[in-house]
């Protein structure tokens, strides 16, 4: 059971924008940073941004993150049908001996 | 170009013992902190090791500590994970992820395509 909740679905029209929340705590995304990912089962996940906010080379600027406290998101903005595909959040969480954890999960879909 | 190759996957009874490997290219490897992560079927992404550039630092998830080991060999650029006692629960596409960083802290930012773990009799 991950200690990283999102919701999990979301969903919009070809263009409309997208956020995904992802609450956590002060043993984690209170103290550390927050990576965002996308995968498609059964296929490689790929890191979409790093470092709360930062977008690796070849990551379009539509995709955004920020964090607040316990809390981050992810926006997707002029949403396209290939951005269907599940999202998660990630980062380090300081208790016990120290783990790393993945957010819920959430199902974007293209309506 | 960053590309990590996982092998070693298959099926394997309730019990018994497997062994992964990724072979790593396209960065230098004893530079970087490297992960297992997994995705059992109809479920999320779960963290199962990590390990730090030279091995001084390696976690577990609490799910999989005490039966499996992540090791690595810098000098083959090759990241394992030796997997005993296995449960039918531990099916899953295996990933092998290569870390921002030198520390497992950070996270990954490459992944291979992954291999198939099924642990049924």
């Known amino acids: 059971q991950s200690v990283l909740t999102q919701p999990p679905s979301a969903s919009g029209t070809p263009g409309q924008r997208v956020t995904i929340s992802c609450s956590g705590s002060s043993s984690n995304i209170g103290i550390n940073i927050v990576n965002w990912y996308r995968h498609l089962p059964g296929t490689a996940p790929k890191l979409l941004i790093h470092s709360n906010n930062q977008r690796p080379s070849g990551v379009p600027d539509r995709f955004s993150g920020s964090k607040s406290g316990t809390s981050a998101s992810l926006a997707i903005s002029g949403l396209q049908s290939d951005d269907e595909a599940d999202y998660y959040c990630a980062t380090w969480d300081d208790s016990l001996n120290g783990f790393y954890v993945f957010g819920t999960g959430t199902k974007v879909t293209v309506l | 170009e960053v590309q990590l190759v996982e092998s070693g996957g298959g099926l394997v009874q309730p019990g018994r013992s497997l062994r992964l490997s990724c072979a790593a290219s396209?960065?230098?490897?004893?530079?970087?902190?490297m992960h297992w992560v997994r995705q059992a079927p109809g479920r999320g992404l779960e963290w199962v090791s990590g390990?730090?550039?030279?091995?001084?630092?390696?976690g577990y998830a609490d799910s999989v500590k005490g039966r499996f080991t992540i090791s690595r060999d810098n000098a083959k650029s090759s990241l394992y994970l030796q997997m005993n006692s296995l449960r039918t629960e531990d099916t899953a596409f295996y990933y092998c992820a290569k870390d921002l960083s030198s520390r497992v802290e950070n996270g990954p930012d490459h992944w291979g395509q992954g291999t198939l773990v099924t642990v049924s009799s």
């Open positions: 396209g960065f230098t490897f004893d530079d970087y902190a």
């Open positions: 390990i730090t550039w030279n091995s001084g630092t390696i």
